[in-house]
T-cell receptor, first 112, second 114 residues
Framework: LAKTTQPISMDSYEGQEVNITCSHN???????ITWYQQFPSQGPRFIIQ???TKVTNEVASLFIPADRKSSTLSLPRVSLSDTAVYYC?????????????FGKGTKLSVIP | DSGVTQTPKHLITATGQRVTLRCSPR?????VYWYQQSLDQGLQFLIQYYNGEERAKGNILERFSAQQFPDLHSELNLSSLELGDSALYFCASSVGDRSQETQYFGPGTRLLVL
């Protein structure tokens, strides 16, 4: 299993850019990196996914260095509604089995 | 709203009992995943079904079982319940069976074992 490590919590002021880094030292060649957001008592919601370099969508960017041993989720100009837990997920596929590993999650608190 | 529905929303039962959680995937999705989320263990993958067949197994206990029916809805059966089984159980679905596909999560079933 590809183990992930991310900060337990982060605080940010409204309007700032927030970067959350996830470490996945034993990532394998065919692994993808996915980030999910979860609000209390709700199911996780997909944010972004990448394999290498940079991926950007309407809500976030994902930076993955060449060695792929870490990844950084970037949230531009956060608002109070971005207060949530963010999970880094390394998705490994293989013949006949699919291993899904969630990190412990980073609790982001956005302060007015 | 993700399009994934789960019933019931809440379930309270006693130790030793058996319960069934139900999940209906998004229209068109063939894969269903089950997850357990507890305070001490975090979000853990239990099992995946694709088009009626078991595709992947995670940290699922032998007391737990699941199935996916021809209409693609899925049920998670939890038996001989213990206090430690109290948790949020989420179902997710995706279009295909490739693990890197986006998973859409339901609102969850909160299980309390007394």
């Amino acid at each position: 299993l590809a183990k992930t490590t991310q900060p337990i919590s982060m605080d940010s002021y409204e309007g700032q850019e927030v970067n959350i880094t996830c470490s996945h030292n034993n990532i394998a060649t065919n692994d993808y990196i996915t980030w999910y957001q979860q609000f209390p008592s709700q199911g996780p919601r997909f944010i972004i996914q990448g394999y290498k370099t940079k991926v950007t969508n309407e809500v976030a960017s994902l930076f993955i260095p060449a060695d792929r041993k870490s990844s950084t989720l970037s949230l531009p100009r956060v608002s109070l509604s971005d207060t949530a837990v963010y999970y880094c997920l390394v998705v490994r596929s293989g013949a006949g089995s699919y291993q899904l590993t969630f990190g412990k999650g980073t609790k982001l608190s956005v302060i007015p | 709203d993700s399009g994934v529905t789960q019933t019931p929303k809440h379930l309270i039962t006693a130790t030793g009992q058996r319960v069934t959680l139900r999940c209906s995937p998004r229209s068109g999705d063939l894969s269903v995943y089950w997850y357990q989320q507890s305070l001490d263990q975090g979000l853990q993958f239990l099992i995946q079904y694709y088009n009626g067949e078991e595709r992947a197994k995670g940290n699922i206990l032998e007391r737990f079982s699941a199935q996916q029916f021809p209409d693609l809805h899925s049920e998670l059966n939890l038996s001989s319940l213990e206090l430690g089984d109290s948790a949020l159980y989420f179902c997710a679905s995706s279009v295909g069976d490739r693990s890197q596909e986006t998973q859409y999560f339901g609102p969850g079933t909160r299980l309390l074992v007394l």
